[in-house]
Each structure stands twice: as structure tokens, then as C-alpha cells.
């Protein structure tokens, strides 16, 4: 038997426990999480086998899975001490630089740092859903950091969900998470509060079409979360929104000046994001 200590028993927590439990059943999960609402839900919707209160209890876990805001999973890492030799830590933040250099140098082998590139606007027990990990990719960064046996537990674990894995740099994932995923947050976060600013209840719910709910959907994940990721990756995200700017700028100067057909081109431009997604 495997024991897994989840600390975080949310969408990214509880969807990881779920895909685990349909595989196999060589595995037993123990939760830790500092809501009690979140504790009993995970406990009823058959998330994790035990709830624990404290990281000493975890400690003593074969995997431990972070899956709590990316602050907290900094501030958890230099709580972690006494881990036996194969306990591999496994973290599933949406950044990845300053955790995967905050970890302490003294746990630093057992420490995978990986971000798995799939997910939802939902959050806590009640969002986790059981193929949220399957055929997509999951990033593992700083990879020549973590030990070799700790390397090989976390690809199984990844690969037995269905996972592809990706490696790459912590510094070069958070500037490419900056655009391609943190970004799009901030302008959705943008996007609905200049609509609700302008805009009566009645007539957003009256005219909202697929576009502007697909725009906004993400305009619902947990600032919490947000408040979190956008910290940790301020300098990056601010090239990005700056990169952003400028493209919304251009449209405005073709929209003032009349500049129909550049408008038509740099639109024909946009479109061919879609041959490569
Ligand atoms: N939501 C998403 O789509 C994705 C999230 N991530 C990352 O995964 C991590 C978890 O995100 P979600 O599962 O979506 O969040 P969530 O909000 O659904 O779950 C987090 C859980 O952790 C608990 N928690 C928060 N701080 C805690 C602490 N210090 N100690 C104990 N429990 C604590 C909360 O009560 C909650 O139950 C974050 O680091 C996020 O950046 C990564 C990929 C996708
Ligand atoms: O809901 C969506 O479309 C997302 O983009 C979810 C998401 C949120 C955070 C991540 O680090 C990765 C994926």
C-alpha cells in the first residue's frame, strides 16, 4: 500500500485522488486542509480514506501532494523536516521559480515542482472531477534537483493518470505560463469588470452570447488562487499585459483612423492561432 498525503483537498487535490482510485487500488489517501467544511466534504465524497491535522502526520507519508495556493505551498515547504529517504513531495502550483528555489536545500532532493496544465474555474472538494489529468500535459520543472528514485515516483504517478510529460526550466515555465495562461486570467478578471462597470444586471443577461461567456468564464476561478500566481509571477506578467497592450492599442488606432483593411489582416493574423491549438 501507498499511503498519499494530499494537503489541499480541492479541485486540483481531490481530481488527482479520483483519477488515482480508478487506476488502483494499491493506494491510501490522507487529507490535510485548513477548512472544515472542505475536511468533511473530502472526507463524504470519498477524496481521502483519513483526515489529519497536523504536517507531522503527513511527514510520514511514501507522496506528499501540495495542492494549496502557490504561497502556501512555499510556506509549507519550510515547515516539511525529518522525511524518510524515499518520501517524494510532489507540488502542483501554477508557478514554479520562486517555490522551486525557496525549497530548503536539506529537503530539496525529495521535491518535485510540476504544474499540471489543466484545470477549471471551480474550486475546493465539490469541483474535483475524475478526468481532469487525462492526455493532457503536465510540466516538470528543475527535474536535475530532485533525487532519482524521487523523479521516477512522480513520472509513474503522472503517467498511470494519463498524463504527458514535459520538462522544462522553472524560470522558462513561468515566463511562458505568464502569457499563456496567467495573462488571459488578468484580462478576463478585466474583461468582466469593465462589462458589470458599464452595464445593467438585466441587459448582461439578456445579451451574453457564447463569446463573452467563453471570455468571462475564467473570471470565476478563486482570487485566492489568482491573488497568489500574479504575485509570484508579477515581472512576467507584467511583459505580458504590456505585449497585450500593445495589440489592443493597434486595434483601437485602426478602429479610430478608419484602417479597415490593416484591421482585416491583423484579424486574419489572430485567426492562425487556431491551425496550431
Ligand atoms: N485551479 C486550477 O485550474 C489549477 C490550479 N493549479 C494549482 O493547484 C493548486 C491548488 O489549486 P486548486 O485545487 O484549484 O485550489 P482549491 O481552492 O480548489 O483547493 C485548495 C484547497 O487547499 C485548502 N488550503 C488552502 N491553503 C491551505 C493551507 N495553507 N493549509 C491547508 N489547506 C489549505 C483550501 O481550503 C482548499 O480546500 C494551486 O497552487 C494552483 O495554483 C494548477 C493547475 C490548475
Ligand atoms: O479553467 C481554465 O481554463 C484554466 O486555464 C485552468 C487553469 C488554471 C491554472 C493553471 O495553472 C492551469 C489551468
Not at 486540483?12 to 483519477?19: D, E
Not at 503536465?138 to 510529460?165: N, P, R, Y
Not at 445593467?200 to 478563486?222: C, E, N, T
Amino acid at each position: 500500500m501507498t499511503n498519499v498525503g494530499i494537503i489541499g483537498l480541492g479541485l486540483m487535490g481531490g481530481s488527482l485522488s479520483i483519477a488515482l482510485q480508478e487506476r488502483s487500488n494499491t493506494y491510501r489517501f490522507v487529507g490535510l486542509d485548513h477548512n472544515e467544511t472542505h475536511q468533511q466534504q473530502a472526507l463524504e465524497l470519498g477524496l481521502v480514506h483519513e483526515i489529519v491535522h497536523t504536517l507531522d502526520e503527513i511527514s510520514k507519508c511514501d507522496i506528499i501532494i501540495l495542492t494549496i495556493p502557490v504561497e502556501g505551498i512555499i510556506a509549507i515547504s519550510q515547515q516539511l523536516h525529518d522525511l524518510d529517504e524515499k518520501c517524494t513531495v510532489i507540488d502542483l502550483g501554477s508557478t514554479k521559480a520562486k517555490i522551486s528555489s525557496s525549497i530548503p536545500e536539506s529537503i530539496r532532493t525529495h521535491f518535485v515542482t510540476a504544474h499540471p496544465m489543466t484545470g477549471t474555474e471551480k474550486f475546493g472538494p465539490k469541483a474535483a472531477i475524475p478526468k481532469l489529468y487525462e492526455n493532457k500535459v503536465v510540466v516538470l520543472c528543475d527535474m536535475e534537483k530532485s533525487g532519482t528514485h524521487q523523479q521516477e515516483v512522480a513520472k509513474k504517478l503522472f503517467s498511470e493518470i494519463g498524463m504527458k510529460l514535459v520538462y522544462m526550466g522553472a524560470e522558462e515555465h513561468d515566463r511562458h505560463a505568464a502569457f499563456i495562461s496567467h495573462m488571459p486570467h488578468a484580462l478576463s478578471y478585466s474583461l468582466a469588470n469593465s462589462v458589470m462597470r458599464q452595464e445593467d444586471a438585466s441587459s448582461i443577461v439578456a445579451l451574453a452570447g457564447g463569446g463573452f461567456r467563453d471570455m468571462s468564464r475564467i473570471a470565476k476561478s478563486s482570487p485566492h488562487m489568482w491573488e497568489d500566481i500574479f504575485r509570484q509571477n508579477r515581472a512576467n506578467l507584467i511583459e505580458a499585459i504590456e505585449s497585450f497592450e500593445v495589440e489592443l492599442k493597434k486595434c483601437r488606432h485602426m478602429v479610430e483612423n478608419g484602417e479597415w483593411e490593416a484591421l482585416n489582416k491583423w484579424m486574419s493574423e489572430a485567426n492562425t492561432l487556431h491551425d496550431i491549438l
